[in-house]
T-cell receptor, first 114, second 109 residues
Framework: DAGVTQSPTHLIKTRGQQVTLRCSPKSGHDTVSWYQQALGQGPQFIFQ???????QRGNFPDRFSGHQFPNYSSELNVNALLLGDSALYLC?????????????FGPGTRLTVT | LAKTTQPISMDSYEGQEVNITCSHN???????ITWYQQFPSQGPRFIIQGYKTKVTNEVASLFIPADRKSSTLSLPRVSLSDTAVYYCLVGDSDYKLSFGAGTTVTVRA
C-alpha cells in the first residue's frame, strides 16, 4: 500500500515564476492538506481540501492556490514566487474525520527560489 | 490562530521515559490532538492521536486533561533512534490548524 507521494522531490525556480506541486494521497484517504515548512521551523498550515473544495485555509496570501481532483490527488500552485517561498512543502492525507484526523505526510517537495 | 507551546528541547538517556507537554489554550471543542515525529529532510510521521483522557499505542501514550488545554506525549524507554523533533498539532476554535514549534529530543547513550 503506497503512502503519500509527492512530486517533484526538488525544484529550483526564479523569483516571479509560478510553480505547481503535486500530491497523491494514501489509499483510502479523501482529504488532503498542504503545509509549508521553513528551515528550522514547524510546518505552517496552508489549506485543506475535501470533496474537491478548499475546506480551511491558513494565513497565506492568494498567491497560494490549490486543487483537488476526483481521484483525491491534489496540486498546490504558487504564483509570483518570492525568495521567502523557499521551503519544504508537505502534503498530508487523511480519511475525513475532522480537521486534524490522523494525517499521514509525504516526503515533501524542497522548493528553492533564487 | 491557535498557538501551541512546547519546550524547545529535551535531553534524555537510552531506556528512560520522555514526557513532552504541549499547551493549546484555544483548541477547538471537537477536534483531536495529534503528535508527530520528524527526522531531518523527512515529512512528519504520525505517532498518536487522542480527544480526551488517555490513549496508548505500541510506541507512545498520550495524556489529555479534562479541559483539553494541554497534552503530554510519553515515550517509554527511548532509544538513540528516537532522537528527532516532536510536534503537537491541534485545530483551534476558528478551525485553523496549528503545529507547535517542535521539541527537539536528544537521546544519549
Amino acid at each position: 500500500d503506497a503512502g503519500v507521494t509527492q512530486s517533484p522531490t526538488h525544484l529550483i525556480k526564479t523569483r516571479g515564476q509560478q510553480v505547481t506541486l503535486r500530491c497523491s494521497p494514501k489509499s483510502g484517504h479523501d482529504t488532503v492538506s498542504w503545509y509549508q515548512q521553513a528551515l528550522g521551523q514547524g510546518p505552517q498550515f496552508i489549506f485543506q481540501y475535501y470533496e474537491e473544495e478548499e475546506r480551511q485555509r491558513g494565513n497565506f496570501p492568494d498567491r497560494f492556490s490549490g486543487h483537488q481532483f476526483p481521484n483525491y490527488s491534489s496540486e498546490l500552485n504558487v504564483n509570483a514566487l518570492l525568495l521567502g517561498d523557499s521551503a519544504l512543502y508537505l502534503c498530508a492525507s487523511s480519511r475525513d474525520g475532522g480537521l486534524t484526523y490522523e494525517q499521514y505526510f509525504g516526503p515533501g517537495t524542497r522548493l528553492t527560489v533564487t | 490562530l491557535a498557538k501551541t507551546t512546547q519546550p524547545i528541547s529535551m535531553d534524555s538517556y537510552e531506556g528512560q521515559e520522555v514526557n513532552i507537554t504541549c499547551s493549546h489554550n484555544n483548541i477547538a471543542t471537537n477536534d483531536y490532538i495529534t503528535w508527530y515525529q520528524q527526522f531531518p529532510s523527512q515529512g512528519p510521521r504520525f505517532i498518536i492521536q487522542g480527544y480526551k483522557t488517555k490513549v496508548t499505542n505500541e510506541v507512545a501514550s498520550l495524556f489529555i486533561p479534562a479541559d483539553r488545554k494541554s497534552s503530554t506525549l510519553s515515550l517509554p524507554r527511548v532509544s538513540l533512534s528516537d532522537t528527532a523533533v516532536y510536534y503537537c498539532l491541534v485545530g483551534d476554535s476558528d478551525y485553523k490548524l496549528s503545529f507547535g514549534a517542535g521539541t527537539t529530543v536528544t537521546v544519549r547513550a
